[in-house]
């Protein structure tokens, strides 16, 4: 079993910044990928940023230019940098992690979430 713990999130005005982090533990056999949700009230859930184990990224094109990602494969953490907020960022952000347990299988976990508001 692998748990996830994210932190960072808050009110934040529009403009300004905030540095998600989230802690994978557990049973954690291989990594296949980390990376980022959100999920804004009447949504559906969208993915913001992912990272690989070598360090290939990929970001929404929403956020692109102004949301980091980086992980640290040791600590099997990843941290999302986001900077120049806008409202429409405004969601839960949930981290994930793609465990891969067996050759040809993975399964993905799930943080609990973290609020991010943006205001006006």
């Known amino acids: 079993q692998v748990q996830l713990v994210e932190s960072g999130g808050g009110l934040v005005q529009a403009g300004g910044s905030l540095r998600l982090s989230c802690r994978a533990s557990g049973s954690i056999l291989s990594v296949k990928a980390m990376g980022w949700y959100r999920q804004a009230p009447g949504k559906q859930r969208e993915l913001v940023a992912t990272i690989t184990p070598d360090g290939s990224t990929n970001y929404a094109d929403s956020v692109k230019g102004r949301f980091t990602i980086s992980r640290d494969n040791a600590k099997n953490s990843v941290d999302l940098q986001t900077n120049s907020l806008k409202a429409e960022d405004t969601a839960v952000y949930y981290c994930?992690?793609?465990?891969?347990?067996?050759?040809?299988?993975?399964?993905?976990?799930w943080g609990q979430g973290t609020q991010v508001t943006v205001g006006t």
């Open positions: 994930y992690l793609v465990h891969s347990y067996r050759a040809g299988y993975s399964q993905t976990y």
